[in-house]
């Protein structure tokens, strides 16, 4: 067990290196092969030759590319100076830059967006968790009957519909029509009420498209696994017909609902663009919107990484969760 | 069971429901599993019974779809129970387990009985054992559903008990996965998970079909000897000959849903009565034969249990089906008939053509 977590730290580790090397080389590459001066992105096209030269410098876009990358390490761990005609402006680590647009540090604006959409995707997935399961295991439970058919019915429409339709029609009436609840977003740490009342929604939304998909796989995982030897096995041994359901088959049932819920909350960071343009929620989603609108690379490099990060720590907490669960897989 | 002739007429002639309770420990009376498919139903056991008493092995015998497995799941009540939304198997008859008649007996009532009183074994252990559970874990389970004590007491009745069946160092095999396990450990296993609880009815559906033959060797008499030691009445489903000369008393032969045949295994395997029993002895292969011959396998498949053939089930694939005047063999049914004391046969051939075949046909070449 404990190689096992080893080796999959060290994996998840390579891959957080890699990501960095792709996601750096297309940012700082494709400008130059396609002939636009990342300084012209940060200072304008109307600007002179010396303020361009300057930025150049400043920002060490003349050096190779390597020298570059390694500067870029170096900064996420120890900092960065950045020097231009004599003035100096010390960034400190985690240092991944500035804004071309805002020449705000890009640190400081990933550690203030990240627990929105944090909040969001945990908030959501629970939810989404509690409804898929229940409605999945009850639906093979009774398969064919009314229930069945109506949460069968009312997950595909779940599947089908876009986050900005369902987002704004749920706006219009529980926001705006009852004013049940909030449209704005209050941090958490202001008021807790105000904050779940502005992330109700959004969740709900999502876990609306997310909570169909959770539904209709327990669903088929469930009737998959009810039709198992070892089930038979278990009701002949004399198990309450609950026990058998709740301990026997629930266990195989989480395997592939676990293993998607990895994927899923990496996809998430893509819906999160979506939801949180709907909803108005200043986090990472909204951040990169405006960034690639703006042509703002390093604030895109900084979300990237970000959130490949949370998805590699997913994985990583699946991994091991599926670990914990099936025990043929601490040999693999 | 020497003395049948006790309980003969309930054989040939099923009783009607709601005749007493019958003296013997596992009485099947009349049993019919029908399920209702889009297709039509499919008979799957249709007017089946039989009794075995302690101590003895029943062997049923027959090919896929022949209704052995779904009997013996018919008697442990497991057609009943989870099938929620799909079509249940509509069952009828009686079962009578000491004294108690199963079918019309509570839901979980039977469900007591299951792994207590009977328990089962079952063909592939790899497919049968949860894999995300120890061992140790699905045997303390099985122990302690019918027995009020803490963990620590099942759990060495767990380790006694895969001591019991042959399993090297118990005290940490108790603690591995299903997936550790080798084939027949995991055969033993199972047998010693349905056996945690004294069960006076053992049900083995295929125990060795799954493994190698030298491993079936030992499987077989882990079983006969358990039986000696427990007492329990013990019925093996197999389509394996070879199982149930090892280990049976007597001998039933299923085709398409109802016994064909029943008697001693010895009557059976030196006088089988049936034009389907001589199929299926002349479809084993011998050692202590000379290989001059190529098997000889029943010829045709079986029948569908939604269209079963009229008259006898077994007459398109019978060799013999035109020697019996007229059309009786596809338009009669043959009922279940003693032809020699405990001997039953559920065929039309005249006595007098069926002895001239087996002597003079079909013996020789057995």
Known sequence: MLTYLIRRLFAAAVMLVVIVLVVFSIFFLIPKWTGVDPATMYVGKASDAAALEGIRQKLGLDDPILVQLFEFFKAIFVGRDYTSAGSTTRCDAPCFGYSFKTEQAIWPVLTDRFPVTFGLAIGAAVIWLIIGLTAGVLSALRRGSIWDRASMTVALAGVSLPIYFTGLISLAIFSYGLGWVSNEYTPIEESFPDWFSGMILPWVTLAFLFGAMYARLTRATMLEVMGEDYIRTARAKGVREMVVIRKHAMRSTMTPIITLLGVDLGMLMGNAILTETTFSLPGLGQAVLKAIGERDLPVILGVTLITATAVVVANLVVDILYSVIDPRVRLA | MTDLSKTDAAVAEPAAAGSPAPSAFLEVRDLKIHFPTDDGVVKSVDGLSFQLEKGKTLGIVGESGSGKSVTSLGIMG????????????????????????????????????????MAMIFQDPLSALHPYFTIGKQIIEAYRIHHDVDKKVARKRAIEMLDRVGIPQPNQRVDSYPHEFSGGMRQRAMIAMSLVNNPELLIADEPTTALDV??????????????????????????????????????????????????????????????YTWGLLGSMPRIDRERTERLNPVKGSPPSLINIPDGCAFNPRCPYADIPKGDITRTERPELREVQSGHYSACHLPREDRERLWNEEIAPKL
């Open chain 2, 78 to 117: 497991l057609h009943t129970v989870g099938q929620y939304g799909r079509q249940k198997a509509k069952i009828s008859g009686e079962i009578w387990l000491e004294g108690k008649e199963l079918l019309t007996a509570d839901a979980n009532e039977v469900r007591r009985l299951r792994g207590r009183e």
């Open chain 2, 214 to 275: 030298t491993v079936q060797a030992q499987i077989l008499d882990l079983i006969r000897d358990l039986q000696k030691e427990f007492g329990s009445a013990v019925i093996v489903i197999t389509h394996d000959l070879g199982v149930v000369a090892e280990l049976a008393d007597d001998i039933l032969v299923m085709y398409g849903g109802r016994c064909v045949e029943r008697g001693t295994a010895d009557k059976v395997f030196y006088e089988p009565k049936h034009p």
